[in-house]
């Protein structure tokens, strides 16, 4: 089956049909999710740049850490958050590919929290849970970061 024949076929078009308002729906949502995210991208501070230079130094292959930040209240969080973040460096090293790279992350969270919701609650709870993750003002600004907890919604 060609992607003609996958397109045309009636029993598609009328799944198509019927799901027409969600579909339209989400496509807004996920617009607006755009828009938040990628708009003025960039926000840093100093524990950006030492996750932005940890991941780069296991992009270039310098270092593989074991352990993560060390938090305020004793110990290490883990360096999966490193190697998520070294991910976009491996192609371009570049302060706005992360930035971009981790935009993109949470945009796929805001798609898969749709999926889930929508398979055990239904499409008004999918699409309700996805537009408040989409215009939840913590979850824009910390998409905007370059930052270990900007992978939170992700993880």
Same mark, same amino acid.
């Given at each position: 089956?060609?992607?003609?024949?996958?397109?045309?076929?009636?029993?598609?078009?009328?799944?198509?049909?019927?799901?027409?308002?969600?579909?339209?729906?989400?496509?807004?949502?996920?617009?607006?999710?755009?828009?938040? %995210?990628?708009?003025?991208?960039?926000?840093?501070?100093?524990?950006?740049?030492?996750?932005?230079?940890?991941?780069?130094?296991?992009?270039?292959?310098?270092?593989?850490?074991?352990?993560?930040?060390?938090?305020?209240?004793?110990?290490?969080?883990?360096?999966?958050?490193?190697?998520?973040?070294?991910?976009?460096?491996?192609? *371009?090293?570049?302060?706005?590919?992360? &930035?971009?790279?981790?935009?993109?992350?949470?945009?796929?969270?805001?798609?898969?929290?749709?999926?889930? *919701?929508? %398979?055990?609650?239904?499409?008004?709870?999918?699409?309700?849970?996805?537009?408040?993750?989409?215009?939840?003002?913590?979850?824009?600004?910390? &998409?905007? %970061?370059?930052?270990?907890?900007?992978?939170?919604?992700?993880?």
């Amino acid at each position: 089956m060609n992607y003609k024949q996958f397109f045309l076929s009636k029993k598609n078009l009328d799944l198509v049909l019927k799901n027409l308002p969600q579909i339209i729906c989400l496509a807004f949502i996920l617009i607006l999710a755009i828009k938040l %995210r990628v708009d003025g991208t960039f926000v840093s501070d100093n524990m950006g740049q030492h996750f932005y230079y940890e991941s780069l130094n296991i992009a270039e292959g310098y270092r593989l850490p074991l352990a993560g930040i060390h938090i305020s209240f004793g110990g290490f969080i883990g360096p999966l958050s490193y190697y998520i973040g070294a991910i976009p460096l491996i192609f *371009v090293k570049s302060v706005y590919a992360m &930035s971009f790279f981790i935009a993109l992350l949470n945009l796929f969270a805001i798609i898969l929290s749709y999926v889930l *919701v929508k %398979r055990y609650f239904g499409s008004t709870a999918a699409l309700t849970s996805s537009f408040l993750i989409t215009v939840s003002s913590s979850a824009v600004f910390f &998409s905007k %970061r370059i930052h270990n907890t900007s992978l939170m919604p992700f993880l």
